[in-house]
């Protein structure tokens, strides 16, 4: 009888180790069936421009232009999408798998109702059009800053950085083009702004964000009704952001089915500002009925309008940025079907789709680590915090429309949770240095580094990510295409 004790007990033994192994395969093979799935995405889309282009000579070189913007689309759903949902995933208002499907399906309709259907070939003007004369040189100058920038992208979100894809796409160009025609190929004006924007979009998103969550906290927080401070401004938050999101949306992501000017969008910015104050009001009202005056109630008010302000800006993001996969693209295609470039040309519906379906495939299969970074790793994020970046998000763009600032929608998003985290490290010293005065005691330089609210390694290593992207993706593109070169030429 003690044998078959010690027989099962044994075997149960060997089968706790047989499922912990099991366990640990699952957990190992997890990555390899997203790799596995964007293959699969890759492989298809080589079918099917093959089988739209399969007659013509140069079919080839289509179909290897379409796998890799199709590859290019998938980092940008891993990196880009990231700016997005993370604040208010790290904010707890949407869950990963609720951010997840939002996000695919407000990239999708931006990129499929709203993107652009004409898109400049040349990257914002940094390459001058008589540098790329010969059509045959464009196009492998156009498949080399395709590569690199996928590349990049795709090194990036592997160490954990978001960067911006539009500053990748415009170093692969800048390369590729000196690579082809020499240094005086570039517009060097042209790149001295983009450059610019490298500071002033983060910088200015940092400021505004940090600016709102001020006003928060002075206005509603530290009021000692809480709940009556709430109901007098939270309705006018709400229609500020309506407003901004309205402009913002008429500014950059409805180019495909109405041309405005930036006075016209803050004129449809305005008037959806009363309408969303006249519809919040009474809602903010009903709903703050019963609260408890702490805190906790607050973050409850301001969840709602976080999903929406995250669902619009993947509308907008999936409207403007699709073309960064399949600018490039369109580029080859035209180049190819009429043996001469344009400055602009005409996105075909099915480079379109490629480019909406491929930011879907990369949110969903490696999104949740860059979301979980920008949410929660950076600083501490909840819903008031959030909507905040949400928010400076939006009037930074329509700030810098109205200058005239090539700017990146990754650098304003990010520097706006850089903002908030440091505005609350500002404010939280300050008041214990306050307090401490009051009592006569002086927090030890120790202590005072301890209570940091911004994790400095992340810091360090995104505006690092951010400071080489365009050197790095020009000097990557500008060696794959004098590989490609010497193999076709």
């Not at 596995?36 to 179909?63: D, E, H, K, N, R």
């Not at 908030?420 to 404010?427: A, I, L, N, Q």
């Not at 002086?442 to 951010?466: D, Q, Y």
Request: net charge positive.
């Amino acid at each position: 009888m003690a044998d078959d004790k010690t027989q099962w007990t044994t075997l149960d033994k060997d089968l706790g180790r047989i499922s912990q192994l099991e366990y640990a395969s699952n957990y190992v093979a997890r990555p390899m069936v997203g790799l596995g799935i964007a293959l699969a995405f890759m492989v298809v889309v080589g079918l099917l421009a093959g089988f739209l282009w399969g007659g013509q000579p140069t079919s080839l070189v289509i179909v290897a232009a379409a796998i890799f913007g199709a590859y290019m689309a998938i980092n940008i759903g891993a990196n880009d999408v990231a700016n997005n949902m993370g604040p208010a995933v790290g904010a707890n208002a949407l869950t990963m798998g609720g951010a997840i499907v939002i996000a695919a399906l407000f990239e999708s309709a931006g990129a499929l109702l709203a993107g652009g259907d004409v898109v400049s070939t040349i990257s914002k003007g940094i390459i001058t059009p008589d540098s790329l004369a010969d059509s045959t040189v464009f196009i492998w100058a156009m498949m080399a800053a395709l590569i690199s920038s996928a590349l990049w992208v795709n090194l990036a979100t592997w160490v954990g950085a978001p960067v911006s894809t539009t500053h990748s796409v415009v170093g692969g160009v800048m390369g590729a083009g000196i690579a082809a025609a020499g240094i005086t190929a570039v517009n060097w004006p042209t790149m001295g702004a983009i450059a610019a924007s490298w500071v002033i979009s983060p910088v200015l998103g940092g400021v505004i964000a940090a600016g709102f969550l001020a006003f928060i906290k002075a206005n509603i927080i530290y009021q000692d009704d809480k709940i009556a401070a709430a109901r007098r401004w939270v309705p006018v938050l709400i229609a500020i952001m309506a407003g901004a999101f309205a402009a913002y949306l008429s500014v950059k992501g409805l180019k495909r089915i109405i041309e405005l000017d930036i006075g016209t969008a803050l004129l449809i910015g305005l008037a959806v500002g009363a309408v969303a104050y006249v519809i919040a009001a009474p809602l903010i009202r009903r709903q703050s009925e019963g609260m408890e005056n702490r805190n906790k109630s607050l973050k409850a008010l301001f969840a709602l309008p976080l999903v929406f302000s995250a669902a619009l800006l993947s509308f907008a993001h999936g409207a403007n940025d699709v073309a960064n996969a399949v600018g490039p693209l369109a580029a080859i295609v035209h180049a190819e079907e009429f043996g001469e470039f344009a400055g602009k040309v005409s996105i075909p519906t099915w480079i379109m789709v490629i480019g909406a379906f491929g930011i879907s495939f990369g949110l969903v299969l490696f999104g949740p680590k860059l979301i979980r970074m920008v949410g929660s790793q950076i600083t501490k994020l909840n819903p008031m915090r959030a909507y905040c970046v949400a928010l400076s998000a939006a009037i930074t763009v329509i700030v810098a429309s109205w200058l005239g600032l090539p700017v990146s929608s990754t650098h304003i998003a990010v520097g706006a949770v850089f903002g908030v985290g440091f505005y609350r490290e500002w404010h939280h010293e300050r008041r214990a240095r306050d307090r401490g005065a009051a009592n006569g005691v002086r927090l030890p330089v120790e202590e005072r580094r301890r209570r940091k609210l911004v994790r400095r390694s992340h810091f360090m290593t995104i505006v690092a990510a951010w400071v080489i992207t365009v050197p790095a993706a020009a000097l990557l593109s500008g060696l794959i295409f004098l590989g490609l070169s010497s193999v076709v030429f």
